[in-house]
C-alpha cells in the first residue's frame, strides 16, 4: 500500500480527529481527502449547504464524493422547490436520492413535487418511501414512471391503489418502449406497498411490456397463474424475481418461469409452504440459473417438504422458514441436504408431549453458510389450555459452538434465540472462534409458563421481581456488581447456595441480596469476535473482564473491545454495571449509527448522557425506561446543547463584562462575533445526525414532553414518544407548538382521539 492510499485509509477512519486537531487557520487548506469524508456524512441538505460556505475550497469539494441524498418532502411547493434547487446547485454528481413523504402531503402538493424532482437530470437512482396513510395518486405515479434517466425505481410502503399502479407502469413501459435504442432505461424496479395492496394479474401484462427490466421486486395480491404466465411473456432481460405474499396453494404453474431465459435468481414469498404433491414438485421443478430462494410465513407443513423433496432442491440458497413445526428431530438432518444453503432462518415451535433433541452439529454440513437464525418460539399445550416453551431442546455448548465455527468459515451473520435452559454457562466463551463474524445477535427467550429445573411458577415470579428490584435497587443509587463466571464458584460458596455456576448468584443490587434468583447467561464481551458491525443481545449478565475502578473515574486504560466497527448496538433486558456502557460508547463512538436499550437494569440518567455524549455519528436512538425512575428527559437536555470553552479562539480575545473604559469597549467590539459564535454553538444539539428518536421514561408518560430539550433536535425526522396526546397536549397548551418546533419531523405517541390531518 503505498503512503497516499495510507493517508486516505487513516484520514476515512479518523477524519472527527483530523478535524478537532486542525486549528482555526488550517480550515481552507484540509486535504481534499479530509474533505470528501466531511462531504459523504453530511446526509442533510442544510448542512451540506453550511459548509459549502466556509471558504472557496470547501464549496468545490465538499460535495465531491457525494452523490446520495436523503430528503423529506415538504408539503409548500416553494419551499420543496428551493431545496431542490440547492440539491442541484451543491451537488453536482447526485446520482440517488431518497424521499420521504408523510400523509400531510396532499395528492396535488405530492404531484407538483414529483414534477420538481424531475428537474434532477443527473439522478439515475430514486427510492421513494410513503409513510402509513400516505396514499400515491394516479397523476404522481405516472410523473415518477415518466422521469427521464432513471434506472432504478423503488416505492415502499403507503398505499398503492390498481389505478395508481397502472398510471406508474404504464408510465415505465413508455419510457422503456423509447430508452431501447437511446438508454439504458429502466433496469431494476421494486414495489413494496403496505398490505394489503399490490399487484395482480390485471398489472401483469402492463408489467411485463417493460422490457428493459433486469431486477423486479413486487409484493403480489391475488396474483394467479394467469399472472404469472402473462409475466413470463415479456422481459427478455431479467435476471432476479423476487415476488413476496403468494398464496401458498394456489395451483401456482410455475414451469411458466422458464421461458424467463435470462433469469439467475427467483425469490418466492409464500404464506405457506405448499401440502398438495403437484404443488409441491411444481415448486422444486424450478430452476434458475444460480439461486432460488423460498420464505415461508407459517407453516407446519415444511419438514414434510425438505424431508421429500430436499433432494431435488440443490440450487436452494437461501431457505427462511418462518413458524415451523418440529414433529421430530429428522428435521435438521432434512436441512443438512441442502449444502447449498448460502442463508437459512428457521422459528421452530413443538407442542409435543416429550423433548424433541435439535442439535446444531447437525448443520455442520453448510459450508456454504453466510447467515444463520434460529428462533425458539412458544406453543399452545391444549391439555393445559396455556402457551409455554417449545417442547423443543437445542443444546449450545462450547464444543458445539467450537466445532460448528471452524466449519462455518464463511458465517458472516449468527443470530440464536433460544431458552434459558439451552445455554450452557461456558457456551457464550468461544463466540470470538467466529472471525469472520459481522452480524451477532444472543438473545435468551422468556416464555410464558415456562418450566425450570425448579419450579415454573417460583422461577417466573422471582424473574419478574428481579427485574424490578434491579431497577429499584439503581434508582437508589447502589453499586451494581454481579459475579464473574471465572468467580462463580467462591461466590456460591460465600453466599451459601447450590446449583450449577453461573445460574444462581447473590448480585447484590440494591434490594435483591436478600434472596438468591436464577440469573440469566453471562456474557463478557471481551468474549466477542473482532469485527463486528451490529451486535442485539437481550436478557443477559453483560460484563468486562476489567472494569474500571470507579464510574467517575477518568476513561479506564482498557484493552481495545472488538466493538470498534460497530454500527448498531441493541440491549434490551439485559443486567449492566454503570461503568460498562460508558466504555462501550467511547469504544464504537465514531462508528455507532443506531443504539437501542430497552428495559436496561442499570441504566440512569448519568450513564445515558455519557454515553449520548461521546456519539456523535448517531442517526437513530430508542430509549425504553418503563419502571426505571433513574432514567428521565433530563438524559435528552445534555444533548439540547454544547458547551463551547471560554478561552476563545485564537486571534480574539475574550473578556468579561465588568470592563470599562475605550479599550474594554474595543475588546468587546473585537470579541462580538466570538459571543454571536458562541450563541449559536449553544443552540446546536450535540447530535446533528439524529434522524429517529424513540423516547420511554416515567416522567414523559404522567408529565408529557419538555419542549426545551426536544426543540433544539432539529435534524429528527421521526419522533416517537411514550406519553398521550392529552398528556403532550397539557403539558405543551397544544401540540402544534411541537410540531412547529419541529417542522420536518413526523411525530407520533399514543392517540387517544383521532390523529389530526395537519401532520401530526
Known sequence: MSSEQERGLALRNNWMDALS??????????????LEMIGSNLTEGAHLHNAAMVCKSWNASIATGLT?????????????????VKLQSLIRHLRCVVIHVNAAITDDMLFQNIVLVQQLKGVSELKLHLREGCDLPPAAAAAIGAMPHLTSL???????????????????????????????????????????????????????????????????????????????????????????????????ELACLERLAQLAELDLALDNAPIGAASRRALCAVKPGRSLSLSFRWTDKAQGLLTEYGNRLANLTHLDVGACRVGSESLFEAVAQLTGLRELRMAVYSNADHCIPCHLSRLSALAALQRFQLEKRRAYFPEARRFGESSIAVPVTADGLRSLAGRWSRLRSLRLALSRKDYSPEAL???????????????????????????????????????????????????????????????????????????????????????????????????????????????????????????????????????SHLTSLDIEACVVRQPLLPQVARCCAMSLRSLRLAGVVGLCDAVLSECLTTLP????????????????????????????????????????????????????????????????????????????????????????????????????????????????????????????????????????????????
Open 429 to 563: 466463551s468461544v463466540l470470538s472462534n467466529f472471525t469472520g463474524l459481522r452480524d451477532l445477535g444472543i438473545l435468551v427467550e422468556r416464555y410464558p409458563g415456562s418450566s425450570s429445573t425448579t419450579s415454573s411458577s417460583t422461577t417466573s415470579s422471582s424473574s419478574s421481581g428481579a427485574q424490578q428490584q434491579h431497577q429499584e435497587g439503581v434508582a437508589e443509587g447502589s453499586g451494581g456488581s454481579f459475579t464473574h463466571p471465572g468467580h462463580a464458584a467462591t461466590a456460591s460458596s460465600s453466599s451459601g447456595s447450590s446449583g450449577s455456576s453461573g445460574s444462581s448468584v447473590n448480585v447484590g443490587l440494591g434490594r435483591l441480596h436478600r434472596r438468591t434468583v436464577e440469573l440469566p447467561p453471562v456474557l463478557d464481551l471481551a468474549w466477542l469476535p473482532a469485527g463486528l458491525h451490529s451486535l442485539e443481545l437481550n436478557n443477559l449478565l453483560l460484563d468486562l473482564s476489567e472494569p474500571a475502578a470507579s464510574f467517575t473515574a477518568a476513561a479506564p486504560s482498557l484493552q481495545p473491545l472488538p466493538l
Open 154 to 252: 423503488s416505492v415502499i410502503g403507503g398505499n398503492l391503489k390498481p389505478d395508481a399502479a397502472a398510471s406508474l407502469l404504464s408510465s415505465v413501459a413508455a419510457s422503456s418502449a423509447c430508452d431501447v435504442v437511446g438508454g439504458p432505461g429502466l433496469r431494476s424496479l421494486t414495489l413494496l406497498p403496505a398490505v394489503p395492496y399490490g399487484l395482480g394479474d390485471a398489472e401483469m401484462a402492463v408489467l411485463s411490456a417493460c422490457s428493459s427490466l433486469e431486477i423486479l421486486e413486487f409484493r403480489a395480491y391475488r396474483l394467479t397463474s394467469a399472472g404469472l404466465a402473462a409475466l413470463s411473456l415479456g422481459l427478455p432481460r431479467l435476471t432476479r424475481l423476487a415476488i413476496t405474499s403468494l398464496d401458498s396453494d394456489s395451483g401456482y
Open 617 to 760: 455519528m448517531l442517526r437513530s436512538l430508542t430509549v425504553s425506561a418503563p419502571g426505571n425512575r433513574a432514567v428521565s428527559q433530563a438524559s435528552l437536555a445534555a444533548l439540547s446543547a454544547s458547551h463551547p470553552s471560554r478561552e476563545g479562539v485564537k486571534g480574539i480575545p475574550v473578556t468579561d463584562d465588568e470592563g470599562s473604559g475605550g479599550g474594554a469597549a474595543a475588546a468587546a467590539a473585537a470579541a462580538a462575533p466570538w459571543r454571536l459564535f458562541q450563541q449559536q454553538q449553544q443552540q446546536r444539539p450535540l447530535l446533528p445526525l439524529l434522524r429517529h428518536l424513540t423516547w420511554e421514561s416515567e416522567d414523559l408518560t404522567a408529565r408529557g414532553p419538555d419542549l426545551s430539550t426536544l426543540a433544539p433536535l432539529t435534524a429528527l425526522r421521526h419522533l416517537y414518544l411514550s406519553c398521550t396526546d392529552k398528556t403532550a397536549e397539557r403539558a405543551l397548551g397544544s401540540l402544534r407548538v411541537l410540531q412547529d418546533a419541529l417542522p420536518y419531523c413526523h411525530v407520533d405517541m399514543v392517540w387517544t382521539t383521532a390523529r389530526p390531518g395537519d401532520g401530526l
Open 21 to 34: 486537531g486542525a486549528s482555526s487557520e488550517d480550515w481552507s487548506a484540509l486535504p481534499p481527502e479530509l
Open 68 to 84: 446520495s441524498m436523503e430528503v423529506d418532502m415538504h408539503s409548500d411547493p416553494g419551499m420543496w422547490r428551493s431545496k431542490i
